[in-house]
């Protein structure tokens, strides 16, 4: 099958409202892998889409792909009001992933949204920016040290010691640019000890920050992170945010009392999170089974363009 043709089918998949959002989903993440500017076009077309879940993947695809041609599409979406805070958010941090100073004035802009979230984001993606102009080359190692190979919205921390970077992160007095490089840098140290330093941020700091929180406990799947993520995914009062990220995590991580929390999840009342649930059971299926691969969007379709 030639490659256009399977872009094509990719894209239909995407943009198909009849369809399940884990197929979907998958199809997004597939479209990433493959990347280049048919992809990101297809993946443009589905920022018309009801669920915002789906929008705010589609930007954060977007973001790791960090395609330039993806720039223009990635502004408007910042800049639409109408779009759900947690789209306009992650239009602003791919922006950030992207990375090239010809974004920082929109960031700048956008830095003092009315949305705390998308403010805080868009700070967030002008200091990254910054660094990489400013710092990279004495802190080169810290962009080659991250395991999961994913574009964060900050470098890893220098400091190594867990207790001073559990620290750093739980000071709601510290600047959020390095509480999230003492997220990363705890990420990236691995095992059950910088997993209980970062669960316990899920019960302080802003909304943006817990659910980065969560996005990185789901990266490092350890179990001992299960009962602060489910604590998140249970309160009805936390910002849906958090909860999907949490939902998400949990899928992640292998376990059967994960799954059976998920299901449970499947009928709550907030759209956002039933989503997140539903993909979440897709993301445990294929951790289970080896299937289909989230983090790098690996699938035999994917297989099937690379050989064309």
Not at 92 to 113: H, T
Not at 209 to 218: I, S
């Amino acid at each position: 099958m030639a490659q256009v043709e399977v872009l094509d089918r990719l894209a239909e998949t995407l943009c198909d409202p009849k369809e399940c959002l884990a197929t979907r989903f998958r199809a997004l993440f597939t479209l990433r892998n493959v990347g280049g500017p048919r992809a990101v076009e297809s993946i443009g077309r589905a920022f018309g889409d009801p669920s915002a879940l789906l929008k705010h993947e589609l930007a954060y695809c977007l973001g790791q792909m960090r395609d330039p041609s993806a720039i223009s599409l990635l502004s408007s979406v910042l800049r639409d009001p109408h779009q759900e805070p947690m789209v306009r958010h992650e239009a602003g941090e791919a922006l950030g992933a992207i990375g090239i100073p010809k974004v920082l004035d929109i960031l700048r802009e956008y830095s003092s949204d009315p949305v705390i979230e998308v403010a805080e984001t868009c700070q967030l993606a002008v200091q990254r920016i910054e660094w990489l102009q400013n710092k990279q080359k004495q802190e080169e190692t810290n962009l080659s040290s991250n395991p999961y190979l994913s574009v964060d919205p900050a470098p890893p921390s220098q400091e190594r010691d867990i207790a001073s970077l559990r620290a750093m992160l739980l000071d709601c007095d510290t600047p959020l640019f390095a509480r999230y490089r003492a997220m990363f840098a705890l990420r990236n140290a691995g095992g059950d000890e910088a997993a209980l330093a970062l669960a316990d941020g899920l019960s302080c700091g802003s909304a943006l920050f817990r659910h980065e929180v969560a996005f990185v406990l789901g990266q490092m799947q350890l179990a001992v992170a299960v009962p602060a993520l489910k604590a998140a995914l249970s309160l009805p009062t936390e910002n849906p945010m958090v909860r999907h990220e949490c939902a998400e995590a949990l899928g992640a991580i292998t376990q059967q009392h994960c799954e059976e929390l998920l299901r449970e999840h499947l009928l709550d009342p907030d759209v956002v999170v039933r989503e997140s649930c539903e993909v979440a059971l897709d993301i445990h299926e294929s951790e289970t089974c080896g299937e289909f691969q989230y983090a790098n969007g690996l699938s035999k379709i994917a297989d099937t363009v690379s050989a064309n």
